[in-house]
């Protein structure tokens, strides 16, 4: 049924709600977008909202699988170096048999899965921002309106990105963010919205943890978010910073992600950065690497606001 329901929201998503860049097609040329996310990810944040507004899935089911959803993607090691947008850009080009996000596994994401989350991140902040007027429904059937019906053609990130603002009644800057680089999701802010908490398990995993997510920029690799009391935090690297060599070799993504996942807690790693254009380099003692799982529950105590927004955002009663 998720499957059907995909395919069938596609004729919204994607065949009349688009990006300029999927049609009309010149098919000499590439077709790049760094909006995939919307179209594959929102497509499929909605085949499960669908079954769970139509009575074909429980809220219990609906929030099992978005929790599953978040284990899957936070355990992958391709969060920390790839965002939505250059998943769905870099997919163009990526061999044949590719991961979604193109090249390599470890170090790529891919943008149906992250869309998903950050299609439900998106609807819980238009809901709160709007006294819960709007939603990301609004957003869908505007972009229908203004962009399909009025205007005929796709439209621009900038144009989506308004079309949210507009519903939400100011900024949504944080979730933006999240689409353009690795940070880190903070996914208990956002359903807590909704009357939800998030609780996390943890485990020993295979590895060595670093504490930083990058993005790769003009060949370099550049620090996108750092993890608070981490490794890196100890040692004094700070967001953009560029990470020049990892123990002597030219750091890439990559690089990096074999390196960590070679070593073990209280390895030493020297990393070579530049920072303003001065170069420094730090030995940082690596730490303990984990396993985290997700489980969504409901919040004991929630207002009449969060039991509002709740409700109408599965149309299920808790
Ligand atoms: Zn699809």
Not at 101 to 122: E, F, K, Q, V
Not at 273 to 302: C, H, W
Request: hydrophobic fraction near 35%; include cysteine; charge should be neutral.
């Amino acid at each position: 049924m998720s499957y059907v329901a995909h395919e069938y929201f596609h004729n919204f998503n994607v065949k009349r709600i688009r990006p300029l860049a999927l049609g009309p097609f010149d098919y000499d040329q590439a077709n790049l977008t760094d909006m995939l996310w919307a179209s594959e990810g929102l497509t499929v944040y909605y085949q499960d909202l669908l079954l769970v507004r139509a009575g074909l899935m429980t809220r219990g089911q609906y929030l099992e699988k978005m929790a599953g959803a978040i284990t899957k993607f936070e355990n992958a090691s391709g969060h920390r170096y790839q965002s939505a947008a250059e998943s769905s850009l870099y997919t163009w080009g990526a061999p044949r048999g590719a991961p979604p996000g193109g090249g390599d596994r470890s170090t790529s994401i891919s943008y149906y899965d992250n869309g998903a989350m950050l299609g439900a991140l998106l609807d819980l902040n238009i809901r709160n921002e709007s006294h819960n007027r709007k939603s990301l429904d609004d957003v869908m059937r505007g972009l229908y309106r203004e962009y399909y019906q009025r205007k005929a053609r796709g439209f621009t990130g900038a144009e989506f990105r308004s079309e949210c603002e507009k519903a939400a009644g100011g900024p949504l800057t944080e979730v933006f963010e999240y689409v353009s680089t690795s940070r880190e999701m903070d996914y208990a802010k956002y359903l807590a919205y909704a009357g939800l908490r998030v609780e996390t398990a943890e485990e020993a995993a295979a590895g060595a943890f670093l504490g930083v997510n990058t993005k790769t920029q003009d060949d370099g690799l550049i620090i996108a978010d750092v993890a608070s009391a981490s490794p890196a935090q100890n040692a004094g690297l700070a967001v953009e910073d560029r990470i020049l060599t990892l123990d002597g070799a030219h750091a890439t993504a990559k690089s990096l992600n074999d390196l960590l996942s070679a070593k073990k807690a209280i390895d030493k790693i020297k990393v070579q950065f530049s920072r303003k254009g001065a170069t420094q380099e730090v030995e940082i003692v690596l730490g303990k690497n984990s396993k985290r799982s997700y489980k969504i529950a409901p919040m004991d105590a929630l207002s009449a606001f969060q039991s509002d927004i709740g409700n109408d955002w599965l149309r299920t009663r808790q």
